[in-house]
Every structure is written in C-alpha cells, then in structure tokens.
C-alpha cells in the first residue's frame, strides 16, 4: 500500500467501522471455500471486522496490515488473533496458509502492474499447494469513460475529533484513461453540510486482463469470478470483481 495511503488510513481509523460493519457476508462466502479450523491469512485486516467474523467461524486467522493504527483496533477486537505491520507486497511470516486473501478492495491500493505481480507472488509464498487466494476490488465497466458519484454513508454519528453530530458524505470519481478512482471521505454537519474535515485517497482501477496475467504469472489459476460475495455473476457492466483462484504451484 503507498505510504500515503497508510496515512490517511491510519487518520481514518475512527471512521472506519461506522462505514465498513456490515462483513458477514464476506465470512460466509470464504466459508464456501475452506473448511471450519483451517488456516486463514487476511491481508489487509484493518480494524478486525472481518477477522472478527472469521474467527467467529472456527478459523485460525492470521492478520497483517500496513496501518499500526487500524491494528492497534483490530488487537483490542480480536487479542488472541496474531497480527503483523507489514507491506503485503513484500513479507515473510514463515508459514503456509490454507486460504489468503486480500479483502474489500484493499488490492486497488496497488498501484503499477510490477506490483501488483509482487503482491500475488507473495500471496503464492504464504498459501499452501492447492490452497485458495480470494480478493475483491473495484471494477471499471468498459464503456464508462469518466462518472462522479456520491452517496451519505453514515446519516448522523457523534464525530470525536470535532465533538459534533456529523455526517459522513462519500464521493467517487472515476477516470478511466487514467485508471484512477478517486475516493472522497468528507465529514459535514447534517444540516448545512459544511465539511469539517476530508480524507482523499487515490485508488487504481486494475483491469480482468492485468489482474488474470498477474495471477498465472504468479502461480495461481482462476476458479471462480463474481461480481460479489454473493456469488452474482460477474458481468463486463460489474461495479465488483471478487476472483476465486487456486495455487498450482
């Protein structure tokens, strides 16, 4: 993940968990694919939402993020569950895994194609012969050029850096040519929506192509490819890419 990135990750701690609570469906779906007691590396845990449900589940969960911020949450959610302060693109916890995985869009943080290799060679590193490696990310439709989107994300909550009632109001500017989506995060009083702080991060829009040549280059073969956890069928109009693939190496 860019260092810039990780800041503003580790600033929007507090926000977090009031945008990202809803994760057990995500827990259930991995549950298709890996039975109750095996070993599950989550890269990119964050504030332990996931972790939380996994473990719920029977999982032996293994957690690595690049934000001391959002571990020092998931710690206090989940203290029997190891965590680590690492760079998915380049770490070494010495062991293999039944499934890993990369959730919730934290793969669009990757942000050139030799990175994105070195995260899924990496990924390979941690995963068992035969295990499973499961991400999901953002996906541009092919025949939209450039759009802005916004939409409330948390109606009313009580803001601890301002000490006011807020409001969190989420923007999305996509820019094909560029590969970029943007994600806006603005903090705004309810009323006149006045925004009292905001939190920018650049994500990149990784096309099936450059994600499926990674993957083979990588090691892996692609099983499954929905448009959610769901299990809806991925289509080229998706707004989601969740892949399924099994290490062959």
């Known amino acids: 993940m860019p260092l810039d990135s990780r800041k503003t990750y580790s600033e929007l701690t507090d926000l977090y968990d009031l945008m990202c609570n809803d994760r057990g469906h995500e827990a259930k779906f991995y549950a298709s694919y890996i039975d109750h007691g095996r070993d599950f590396l989550e890269a990119g845990c964050g504030t332990g939402l996931l972790t939380e449900q996994l473990q719920m589940?029977?999982?032996?969960?293994?957690?690595?993020?690049?934000?001391?911020?959002?571990?020092?949450?998931?710690?206090?959610?989940?203290?029997?569950?190891?965590?680590?302060?690492?760079?998915?693109?380049?770490?070494?916890?010495?062991?293999?895994?039944?499934?890993?995985?990369?959730?919730?869009?934290?793969?669009?943080?990757?942000?050139?194609?030799?990175?994105?290799?070195?995260?899924?060679?990496?990924?390979?590193?941690?995963?068992?012969?035969?295990?499973?490696?499961?991400?999901?990310?953002?996906?541009?439709?092919?025949?939209?050029?450039?759009?802005?989107?916004?939409?409330?994300?948390?109606?009313?909550?009580?803001d601890k850096v301002s000490g006011e009632i807020s409001t969190i109001i989420r923007t999305y500017e996509v820019v094909a040519k560029e590969r970029r989506l943007t994600m806006t995060w603005n903090v705004t009083c309810p009323d006149t929506l006045e925004i009292r702080r905001r939190h920018t991060i650049d994500t990149r829009?990784?096309?099936?192509?450059?994600?499926?040549?990674?993957?083979?280059?990588?090691g892996f073969e692609i099983e499954d490819l929905f448009e959610d956890e769901n299990k809806k069928p991925f289509s080229d109009s998706s707004r989601n890419q969740v892949f399924v693939a099994k290490s062959v190496l």
């Open 57 to 158: 589940l029977g999982y032996q969960v293994f957690g690595i993020d690049n934000s001391k911020e959002m571990l020092s949450v998931c710690k206090t959610r989940c203290p029997d569950v190891p965590t680590v302060q690492a760079d998915m693109r380049d770490f070494d916890l010495g062991r293999k895994f039944d499934l890993v995985t990369i959730p919730y869009n934290t793969l669009s943080h990757i942000m050139t194609q030799a990175d994105l290799l070195k995260t899924f060679q990496c990924m390979q590193q941690h995963c068992r012969p035969g295990g499973r490696f499961i991400f999901s990310l953002h996906h541009h439709a092919p025949d939209v050029h450039q759009c802005t989107w916004a939409g409330v994300g948390v109606p009313r909550f009580y």
């Open 205 to 218: 829009l990784h096309s099936r192509g450059d994600l499926t040549a990674a993957l083979q280059e990588a």
